[in-house]
């Protein structure tokens, strides 16, 4: 079993930055692909951002836009997402995923294996 950690979350100005961490634990997830999803209010959970295992391979929803950047560090068994010029629409919980297939990103909730529970971003006008 894999256990993920979300942190980093918090109250920001629109903007500002903030940086999520998603440590894991329970087994080594270097081999795993990782994501990031989000849910706002009344939505549903949508994707962000996923990194196949090695770092090779990044994927990113369209509202991204070049503002965040995942990136991982697997002798920690972290993943990361680095978020800029965030907006009040960028709201929501933001959720770490793994996925046991490591050389796929899917955009899919259904698509993961493993979901943390989750951090609250709160950006305001």
């Known amino acids: 079993q894999v256990q993920l950690a979300e942190s980093g979350g918090g109250l920001v100005q629109a903007g500002g930055s903030l940086r999520l961490s998603c440590a894991a634990s329970?087994?080594?997830?270097?081999?795993?692909?990782m994501g990031w999803f989000r849910q706002a209010p009344g939505k549903e959970r949508e994707f962000v951002a996923g990194?196949?295992?090695?770092?090779?391979?990044?994927s990113y929803a369209d509202f991204v836009q070049g503002r965040f950047t995942v990136s991982r560090d697997n002798a920690k068994n972290t993943v990361y997402l680095q978020m800029n010029s965030l907006k009040p629409e960028d709201t929501a919980v933001y959720y770490c995923?793994?996925?046991?297939?490591?050389?796929?990103?899917?955009?899919?909730?259904?698509?993961?294996?493993?979901w943390g529970q989750g951090t609250q971003v709160t950006v305001s006008a």
């Open positions: 995923a793994a996925r046991r297939i490591g050389y796929v990103i899917v955009t899919t909730r259904a698509g993961w294996d493993y």
């Open positions: 329970g087994r080594t997830v270097s081999t795993y692909t």
């Open positions: 990194i196949t295992w090695g770092g090779g391979s990044t």
